[in-house]
């Protein structure tokens, strides 16, 4: 899929543009910015001028920007990631027979993390966004930490249940409210790079979670706990102690967040960046609960929560839930294959960072999903066949590595492709929550129930449905989502620039958002 120019090719345009952009910047005089933004605009143009001069001071201080944001946001979702993977760690101990669960009741309690998880994921958003990160999202991780710690203590279905109910309750405000912070601080060609190192600490988590697991193994019955007790007792304390310290150590929004790591002008720059990038009209920033709608009633909305939920969280789900049995079905002892699930994701590590430099390169989100979508599918094509053959268990675990690569390397282009695409900030926070919303539910309930433990160890059925919903779901809305975002660009393009100079007010141009005639989708 080739990239639709990000500027209206119109005779006689006199646009500027600015690098990375997703608009077309009108000059100055064309728009009737008011005076305030007028002020703030020309004060951008000044720093960017002066800090992008010297293009390895530039790269500096947007690294020393990435050591700041992105360690705690990183830290949160691989404590948060630590435990969805031990739900499937703990299931290859003693687990079920110590709560008396059969494997279909295991399967139900991950069902209903879905449904408090899914639910809550927009009002977290918006609240978010009225709170701020540091806060909101600090209070969620020492929440579901004090849940993870008392899961160890878990005596039956029941229990097991309410235990995840209430971590989907906590939970759900991480994953698209990191998506969404770091939205507000970078730009279209840096974004997606910097959520690929965000997601990655879903990968380092299978690979830690699964060495933790390994290394409890040696503790049963030491002190009169089991070993799964042990992974929720370690994993509990963890999130708990650095929740609280990120109350201090979190980064906040743009507008709201102060740092001694850089200057007064440094961080001028670091809000107003953002802010400008995309011309003098800067979008409506206004905290409103209207927007909420706005984004529900939006097409964007749910071609992105089909990639989420058929072509990201059905396959990653069943997998990190599955992956412990599956290896150790290929004749592994229960805890030699907690330490063999930590290779491929760190195979995926790599992978996911790779694609998303790429992307933000070239600003082909389409394209990036669309191999992802290869990768992962080509190891299930592999892998589902070689089940049926036990000597070929070498052949199996090569596979899983380009599944969990494959389905892993979608996440941060689904996320960024909506974050740069919805302009108004309260909008978008709305926005990713919602998609979030339905493609958590749908693929996480469906994800959590397709590899039936009765099918093991071939999942006859579990892999017919993962191959649909990913071709109709991840390949067919990808190419959907392309193909609408490219007819707006061209239908823009052809607008004449003499029609659109003043026409438009300033506090028109913000309210329209993406929908302003100067705005263009990234593809």
Not at 132 to 138: A, C, D, F, Q, T
Request: net charge neutral.
């Amino acid at each position: 899929m080739e990239k639709t120019s990000a500027s209206p090719k119109v005779a006689g345009s006199d646009l500027d543009e600015e690098a990375g952009s997703t608009y077309a910047v009108a000059p100055l005089e064309a728009t009737q910015v008011g005076a305030t933004h007028a002020a703030e605009y020309r004060e951008y143009q000044q720093l960017h001028a002066r800090f992008t001069s010297d293009k390895k001071a530039f790269g500096r201080m947007i690294r020393k920007l990435d050591l700041r944001i992105l360690p705690m946001l990183f830290l949160y979702y691989l404590l948060n990631s630590l435990d969805k993977s031990n739900a499937g760690n703990v299931k290859i101990y003693s687990f079920l027979a110590d709560t008396h669960m059969t494997s279909t009741q295991f399967n139900l309690a991950l069902t209903w993390y879905f449904f408090t998880y899914a639910g809550l994921e927009a009002p977290s958003n918006m609240i978010m966004r009225r709170v701020g990160p540091r806060i909101w999202l600090s209070f969620l991780v020492t929440c579901w930490g004090a849940v993870t710690l008392g899961s160890a203590w878990v005596k039956s279905y029941g229990d097991y249940c309410a235990a995840r109910v209430m971590l989907g309750f906590f939970e759900a405000g991480l994953f698209q409210g990191c998506f969404y912070t770091l939205s507000c601080w970078y730009l279209s060609s840096e974004l997606q790079t910097r959520c690929a190192w965000w997601y990655s600490a879903t990968m380092l988590s299978g690979a830690f979670g699964g060495l933790l697991a390994y290394a409890v193994g040696g503790l049963q019955g030491h002190l009169g706990l089991q070993q799964w007790q042990y992974l929720f007792i370690i994993e509990g304390i963890l999130t708990i102690f650095f929740g609280l310290i990120g109350f201090w150590l979190c980064p906040d929004f743009p507008e709201a967040w102060r740092s001694r790591w850089f200057s007064d002008d440094e961080m001028r720059y670091l809000q107003l960046r953002v802010k400008y990038k995309d011309g003098p009209v800067p979008p409506d920033d206004t905290f409103r609960w209207s927007a909420f709608f706005e984004a529900v009633k939006d097409w964007k909305t749910y071609f992105i929560a089909s990639l989420l939920a058929f072509g990201g969280s059905v396959p990653t789900y069943s997998v990190n839930y599955t992956l412990a049995t599956m290896v150790n079905s290929l004749g592994y002892s229960s805890i030699t294959a907690q330490a063999m699930t930590a290779p491929p994701y760190v195979f995926a590590f790599f992978c996911v960072i790779a694609i998303a430099i790429y992307s933000d390169k070239y600003q082909c989100r389409a394209r990036s999903l669309l191999i992802s979508y290869t990768v992962g599918t080509t190891g299930v094509v592999i892998l589902w066949p070689s089940l049926y053959y036990p000597n070929l268990a070498g052949l199996s675990y090569f596979a899983l590595f380009l599944v969990v690569a494959g389905y892993n390397m979608q996440a941060p282009a689904v996320g960024s492709w909506l974050g740069t695409n919805v302009r108004n900030p309260a909008k978008r926070a709305a926005a990713m929550g919602w998609q979030s919303t339905w493609g958590q539910l749908f693929g996480g309930c469906i994800g959590a129930n397709i590899f039936i433990g009765s099918e093991a160890p071939t999942y006859r059925s579990g892999f017919i449905i993962l191959l649909v919903l990913v071709a109709v779901g991840g390949f067919g809305a990808c190419i959907g989502n392309w193909y609408c975002l490219r007819a707006s660009n061209l239908k823009k393009d052809k607008i004449p620039l003499e029609e659109l100079e003043g026409k438009y007010t300033d506090e028109e141009l913000a309210k329209m958002g993406e929908y302003s005639p100067y705005f263009r989708y990234i593809l």
